[in-house]
Nanobody
Framework: QVHLVESGGGLVQAGGSLRLSCECSGRNWNRYVVGWFRQGPGKEREFVAGIRWSDSNTDYGDFVKGRFTISRDNVESVMYLQLNNLEPEDTAVYYC?????????????????WGQGTQVTVST
């Protein structure tokens, strides 16, 4: 069982930044691929970024275009998502997730564990 707890969401103006955190714990959690998804109002859940804990190999959704950065702190067992140059279209609930395997899947149904989500709202 893997436990994921997100924090760091909030309200920010367009062009601003936020850093989301995901505390990871549980049995063998660092053998998983971990990552972030988001779900905006009336939209499907979409892949934002993933990181393989063993070697920090990363992958990003096509829409990210260099604005977001995923990273992890191996000592504190925390994963981060730095959000820069935010746009109103980035408004969504952001979820931390973990899956078995070595490559992050863009299909959210293939992920095994989820956090409760944290709201990010970007105003104009």
């Amino acid at each position: 069982q893997v436990h994921l707890v997100e924090s760091g969401g909030g309200l920010v103006q367009a062009g601003g930044s936020l850093r989301l955190s995901c505390e990871c714990s549980g049995r063998n959690w660092n053998r998983y691929v971990v990552g972030w998804f988001r779900q905006g109002p009336g939209k499907e859940r979409e892949f934002v970024a993933g990181i393989r804990w063993s070697d920090s190999n990363t992958d990003y959704g096509d829409f990210v275009k260099g604005r977001f950065t995923i990273s992890r702190d191996n000592v504190e067992s925390v994963m981060y998502l730095q959000l820069n140059n935010l746009e109103p279209e980035d408004t969504a609930v952001y979820y931390c997730a973990a899956m078995t395997g070595t490559v992050a899947s863009r299909a959210y149904l293939l992920w095994d564990y989820w956090g409760q989500g944290t709201q990010v709202t970007v105003s104009t």
